[in-house]
């Protein structure tokens, strides 16, 4: 069994040229799970898919792992999200013996690269959109939701540092490292 992962937070995040904006992947087999993952504020630029999560991940650490264990992924929040120049809005498989439940999506805006018949690819998820989600989700995400998506106001504690800055001199140079 893998280990779980739970309160993930991602904010202000710029990615170009990448496969996908927000991937999550896990399998049968691998067991635990993943949740409480809130994702606000992206800006992305020419990729395949901005939302790609996958219980059909093929990949096994060892041959040891447990064919029955299913994986529980819920709770997964993305708003605030504008992508241009991607392929499709989102690939979403879950599995069928356990969906992928609790996915909210708000104040989402994907620009294809061209129309295409399905925008969203979805299997075996459960969740809800607000009415400012564009492309339409995929009817799974359809139910109804007023405002944005849950996201944690608590502090953390990589909210309190302070960064700093420090200068050097760097040898044969005349000037030091710190931009001065």
């Not at 219980?55 to 029955?68: E, Q, V």
């Not at 993305?78 to 992928?100: H, K, N």
């Not at 294809?112 to 989700?137: H, I, N, Q």
Request: proline fraction near 6%.
């Amino acid at each position: 069994m893998s280990g779980g992962i739970q309160d993930v937070r991602a904010e202000d995040i710029v990615a170009v040229d990448s496969e996908s904006g927000v991937r999550i992947k896990t399998a049968v087999g691998r067991g635990a799970y993943v949740k409480d993952v809130f994702v606000r504020g992206m800006t992305l630029t020419t990729m395949k898919w901005v939302f790609w999560m996958t219980g059909n991940y093929k990949s096994h650490p060892d041959d040891k792992y447990d064919p029955n264990a299913v994986p529980v992924m819920e709770n997964i929040s993305y708003q605030d999200v504008v992508a241009t120049g991607v392929t499709t809005a989102a690939r979403l498989e879950g599995i069928q013996v356990a969906p992928f439940k609790g996915i909210c999506i708000a104040n989402v805006t994907a620009t294809l690269t061209k129309s295409r018949k399905y925008s969203w690819t979805c299997t075996d998820v459960e969740g809800v959109s607000s009415s400012d989600v564009t492309p339409a989700p995929c009817q799974p995400l359809q139910g109804a939701h007023d405002g944005a998506c849950p996201f944690p106001t608590d502090t953390l504690p990589i909210d309190q540092l302070t960064l700093q800055q420090c200068a050097c001199d760097v040898p044969g140079t005349g000037t030091n490292g710190g931009g001065n």
